[in-house]
Nanobody
Framework: QVQLVESGGGLVQAGGSLRLSCAASGTIFSINAMGWYRQAPGKQRELVAD???????KYGDSVKGRFTISRDNAKNTVYLQMNSLKPEDTAVYYCNARVRSRPSYENTYWGQGTQVTVSS
């Protein structure tokens, strides 16, 4: 089993910054990818950013140029630096990880979510 623990959410004014962290622990052989998704009230969950085991990244269109995803493989931790935050970034942010607990078995795990609120 794998656990994802998120931290770093909170309340910030528009134009401000926040940094989210997500640490994976448990039975981990390798982590193929880690990322962040978000879900605002009444909306579907959407991709914010994703980083695969090398350094290839993918961003949602609405956050390109403002958010940066990074990963510390030694710590099994992914970070999301969020700059120039806008009220429309307000959502619950969920960490996601595709983890191999053994060479032939991959599963997808989710964190519990952390609230990010951007005031205007």
């Amino acid at each position: 089993q794998v656990q994802l623990v998120e931290s770093g959410g909170g309340l910030v004014q528009a134009g401000g910054s926040l940094r989210l962290s997500c640490a994976a622990s448990g039975t981990i052989f390798s982590i193929n990818a880690m990322g962040w998704y978000r879900q605002a009230p009444g909306k579907q969950r959407e991709l914010v950013a994703d980083i695969i085991s090398g350094s290839s990244t993918k961003y949602g269109d609405s956050v390109k140029g403002r958010f940066t995803i990074s990963r510390d493989n030694a710590k099994n931790t992914v970070y999301l630096q969020m700059n120039s935050l806008k009220p429309e970034d307000t959502a619950v942010y969920y960490c996601n990880a595709r983890v191999r607990s053994r060479p032939s078995y991959e599963n997808t795990y989710w964190g519990q979510g952390t609230q990010v609120t951007v005031s205007s």
